[in-house]
């Protein structure tokens, strides 16, 4: 069973930076498969990254590959999302994801089981 917590949105100008950090309850962290995804207002869920459960593969949507990166310290149970050179387009509930006992990299929102409640990333033109 495993709970997860965002936090670190919040409002800044485009080209600005945040660190986004999710923390989990549970035993079962280190060997949970990650993501995160964002929903942007009126649309729907998308994939935004993932990452293994030993954090040696990362996966990135083309519309923040570069800018965006993924990482995870196991030891904390803890995910991050670290966003430099955001857009406007940027904007969106950020969700963090974990599908345990799993090891590989996943896309699609349906393979998660667990998920975080969201913080929401403003960025302004």
């Known amino acids: 069973q495993v709970q997860l917590v965002e936090s670190g949105g919040g409002l800044v100008q485009a080209g600005d930076s945040l660190r986004l950090s999710c923390a989990a309850s549970?035993?079962?962290?280190?060997?949970?498969?990650l993501g995160w995804f964002r929903q942007a207002p009126g649309k729907e869920r998308e994939f935004v990254a993932a990452?293994?459960?030993?954090?040696?593969?990362?996966g990135y949507a083309d519309s923040v590959k570069g800018r965006f990166t993924i990482s995870r310290d196991n030891a904390k149970n803890t995910v991050y999302l670290q966003m430099n050179s955001l857009k406007p387009e940027d904007t969106a509930v950020y969700y963090c994801?974990?599908?345990?006992?799993?090891?590989?990299?996943?896309?699609?929102?349906?393979?998660?089981?667990?998920w975080g409640q969201g913080t929401p990333v403003t960025v302004s033109s």
């Open positions: 994801a974990a599908k345990s006992g799993s090891y590989g990299l996943f896309r699609e929102s349906v393979a998660y089981d667990y």
């Open positions: 549970g035993r079962s962290f280190s060997r949970a498969a």
């Open positions: 990452i293994n459960w030993r954090g040696a593969s990362t």
